[in-house]
């Protein structure tokens, strides 16, 4: 092994570093500029649905040869406010992780013998829009360089959020004190 190691000259080395980060540079710029056409068709696939009756969208989507999810998931992607925050996305799958239409699954832990019945389901429906908040400003977070309008959006988004952690908190303390009253 280390023959072949010595006969690599370093100008072999350089060459083959350079080819390789040219095809990165390359993929990074595919993979942004299908960030920007799956944008782009997404809104194109929303005006259309708004164009046609109901019913005929599916069909459409079959007759173009586009699943009705990853249809959906495009839709999605172009009617976000934060879009532009796509730049450090190197593909479309990052994308859709970035804006929390996809979420990297966990394994499921299962607690109390419980075997994924209907109710930790709906849990774990119920939390998904949650987590993906969370990855998303894990991976973005709010800094002085942002603009002050994506702080504007982003605070009267998470303004719904602040009033139900108010009243689950106070909902919590009563019912620990033992003054809770059910609805």
Not at 131 to 137: E, K, L, M, T
Request: proline share 4%; hydrophobic share 40%.
């Amino acid at each position: 092994m280390s023959e072949i190691i010595k006969s690599v000259s370093e100008s072999d080395l350089r060459k083959s570093y350079k080819d390789f980060c040219n095809a990165r540079e390359r993929t990074v710029a595919d993979g942004q500029e299908a960030i920007l056409k799956a944008i782009a068709f997404g809104k194109l696939l929303c005006e259309k649905k708004d164009q046609i009756k109901h019913g005929e969208f599916g069909p459409l989507l079959e007759k173009i040869g586009v699943s009705a999810t990853e249809a959906s998931r495009l839709m999605r992607l172009s009617n976000l406010p934060l879009v532009a925050s796509l730049n450090d996305c190197d593909s479309l799958k990052d994308a859709y992780y970035a804006t929390g239409i996809l979420v990297k699954s966990e394994p499921a832990q299962l607690t109390n013998g419980s075997a994924g019945n209907g109710e930790q389901r709906a849990e774990q429906t119920f939390l998904r829009p949650i987590q993906s908040c969370c990855h998303w400003f894990a991976a973005h977070p709010i800094t002085e360089k942002t603009p002050i309008e994506a702080k504007r959006i982003v605070y009267k988004e998470l303004q719904p959020i602040a009033e139900l952690y108010a009243r689950l908190a106070a909902d919590i303390a009563a019912s620990e004190s033992g003054s809770f009253k059910a609805p």
